[in-house]
């Protein structure tokens, strides 16, 4: 079982910052499992946004967030990040942290990303 609690998601204007974190609850897998953020619109599916190799050599970015995203991973403590810089209102959003396990998929259960003046 893995319990992912991501945090940081807020109101933030265009053109600003935010830093999400997830925290991982399983201690012995995190450090072998790649890592993804996936957002959601309203009525729309689930997309990925960034993934991270366990050892956070191989990166993977979505197109509409390159050079504005950064994904990073903190293995000794679990966690995951996803540095969003530059926002769009287009990038409003609730943003879920994501990995697998022996065919299991988990999830957190999200933080609200809002871009608006």
């Known amino acids: 079982q893995v319990r992912l609690v991501e945090s940081g998601g807020g109101l933030v204007q265009p053109g600003g910052s935010l830093r999400l974190s997830c925290a991982a609850s399983?201690?012995?897998?995190?450090?072998?499992?790649?890592m993804a953020w996936y957002r959601q619109f309203p009525g729309k599916e689930r997309e990925l946004v960034a993934r991270?190799?366990?050892?956070?050599?191989?990166?993977r970015y979505a197109d509409s967030v390159k050079g504005r995203f950064i994904i990073s991973r903190d293995n000794a403590n679990n966690t995951v990040y996803l540095q969003m810089n530059n926002l769009e209102p287009e990038d409003t959003a609730v943003y879920y942290c994501?990995?697998?396990?022996?065919?299991?998929?988990?999830w957190g259960k999200g933080t609200q990303v809002t871009v608006s003046s």
């Open positions: 399983s201690g012995n897998i995190f450090s072998i499992k790649s």
């Open positions: 994501n990995t697998a396990n022996q065919g299991v998929d988990y």
């Open positions: 991270i190799s366990s050892g956070g050599l191989i990166i």
